[in-house]
């Protein structure tokens, strides 16, 4: 099914800011952003996941949907997400990090974006780490066109991870009520060893 807007013009035409979506943002001096453009009801726990990685030490950015149903008409493709704080935020770091959701029910988490160097690192981290990593040929959650916001960073290579359904739900005690999301020994190492490898990449 495709997207019911192709752009953030179109969608903010259309829905209400803090109202069906809003937007979060913190601003850090590091030459990495993490970021989230499919929050909230799109794809569930990205807000968690994305917010904990960047921490205190990255720039964080998340677009949420605050619908209670059918929030996943508020989702813009990783290609034409150009809402002007996001794009903002892309531009300014040096490499984004950008987290999704997959549907997969396999707990498996697909590398993207054009940074092979630092997808091999969380690749080999994340294996280490006892997690189902790869770098993925599925069409789709490659993540290698320039324009998707992961690669819009000064480097214009970037990495998207894909966290599939079933691993999120690993992640929490109930992926689908935000309210009574508890966040699980496996959230924290997944999170764990993301810092670390970010840690490291800002460090060379």
């Known amino acids: 099914m495709p997207d019911k807007y192709s752009n953030y013009d179109e969608l903010s035409q259309n829905e209400r800011q803090d109202v069906d979506y809003t937007i979060f943002h913190r601003g850090t001096d590091s030459q990495l952003a993490v970021m ?3 929050g909230g009801g799109i794809e569930p726990g990205t807000l968690d996941i994305a917010d904990a990685i960047a921490g205190c030490d990255h720039t964080f950015y998340c677009f949420k949907a605050l619908k209670k149903s059918w929030s996943n008409l508020l989702h813009i493709t990783s290609n034409g997400f150009d809402e002007p704080l ?4 892309a531009q300014k770091a040096l490499t984004v990090i950008s ?12 590398i993207g974006g054009r940074n092979q160097y630092l997808g091999q690192k969380i ?3 994340l ?3 006892g997690f189902n990593a790869k770098i993925s040929k599925v069409p789709g959650l490659k993540g290698i066109s320039p324009g998707n916001i992961c690669n819009r960073c000064k480097s214009r290579e970037g990495i998207q991870l894909e966290i599939s359904r079933g691993l999120r739900e690993k992640m929490f005690d109930d992926l689908k009520f935000r309210n009574l999301r508890k966040r699980t020994v496996c959230f924290y190492k997944f999170v764990n060893t993301m810092k670390e490898v970010l840690s490291t990449f800002t460090q060379a």
């Open 36 to 38: 989230a453009i499919h």
């Open 86 to 89: 996001g794009i903002q935020v």
């Open 99 to 110: 987290i999704h959701g997959a549907r997969f029910k396999t707990e498996t988490i697909h």
């Open 123 to 125: 690749m080999h981290a």
């Open 127 to 129: 294996i280490d780490a």
